[in-house]
């Protein structure tokens, strides 16, 4: 499903170090474009899956945004720091930890599954009054963040070598892995922090099918790596239009079609043969466009 050339979603394999914006401008500067963005920012220390969006497929970029995600991690038990992770001050020791058994560490990782509410990290992109978290809390602020609901899908220890723990977890959007670590350590009253993240999947995603930072300047491999957006990708169910429901939609307007929709207000997308026209939302047969992709 096209949407023109040029628009594309680009998987990438972000390495330590580097900012995720930090990776969109390698990508500018080494794909020769202006019109890229990510989808879902990636902490520096962390590593992993980075998906950008090339041309108009920006205007997809929130779809895949709000998609489940996959990440392996590991916590150190015993320390926390002001970050929840390696990059941070210690703030906290607790040497409980050499007491620990298996078991109950298994038991409090697992009792994270579920529809849980989090606590977001001071160090965070959470807004309040219009400035981002982690600014007020380089200054020394602390701000009592209100908890929000994120859902853990999976999550199952891979090693335990304490005081360390490595896990993998499948989450929603807005989950913050460093909580969850925080989140372990002080159930088991000892406390704890990340000295390792990877993000492994965005929805359909696969690390494993992202070229690496370096890869940028490969067209060959930028080339093979490129995914076309299509409805089963972004998880948004398809509607088939014809060519003068297409035309209509690219102009903005509300189009009636015969198929009702499941639910109201369905989010669809709007295809007219291999090209996405539009993302719309479904009512008793009305097509209403959010956004329009021409041609």
Avoid at 17 to 46: E, N, Q, W, Y
Wanted: proline letters at 4%; one cysteine or more.
């Amino acid at each position: 499903m096209r949407i023109a050339e040029g628009d594309f979603l680009l998987p990438v394999d972000k390495p330590g170090g580097p900012t995720s914006h930090d990776v969109v401008s390698k990508a500018r500067r080494a794909l020769g474009m202006r019109r890229i963005g990510h989808t879902g920012t990636l902490d520096p220390f962390a590593s992993g899956l980075l998906v950008l969006c090339a041309g108009q497929a920006t205007r997809l970029a929130e779809y895949i945004t709000g998609m489940d995600k996959g990440y392996q991690a590991v916590a150190c038990l015993g320390i926390e720091t002001d970050t929840l992770d390696l990059s941070g001050k210690v703030t906290s020791m607790d040497d409980r930890w050499r007491h620990l058994d298996p078991s109950s560490i298994e038991e409090v990782v697992l009792s994270q599954i579920g529809l849980i509410e989090q606590e977001p990290p001071q160090f965070s992109a959470k807004k309040i009054d219009g400035e981002a978290m982690y600014r007020r809390a380089r200054r020394g602020e602390v701000i009592a963040l209100p908890a929000v609901q994120v859902t853990i899908y999976e999550i199952e220890i891979m090693s335990v070598k304490l005081p360390f723990v490595r896990f993998s977890v499948r989450c929603s959007s807005g989950t913050y892995v460093r909580a969850i670590a925080r989140d372990i350590g002080r159930l088991l009253g000892c406390g704890a922090h990340l000295t390792e993240l990877r993000r492994t999947t965005i929805g359909k995603f696969r690390v494993e099918t992202a070229i690496s930072l370096e890869e940028l300047d490969n067209a060959d491999a930028v080339s093979a790596a490129c995914v076309e957006p299509n409805a089963g990708l972004l998880r948004i169910p398809p509607v088939s239009v014809d060519e003068t429901v297409a035309d209509r939609l690219r102009n903005g307007q509300r189009v009636r079609i015969e198929e009702k929709g499941e639910e109201s207000e369905a989010l669809v997308a709007v295809t007219h043969g291999d090209n996405l026209i539009a993302i719309a939302t479904l009512d008793a047969g009305l097509l209403r466009p959010r956004k329009v992709f021409m041609r």
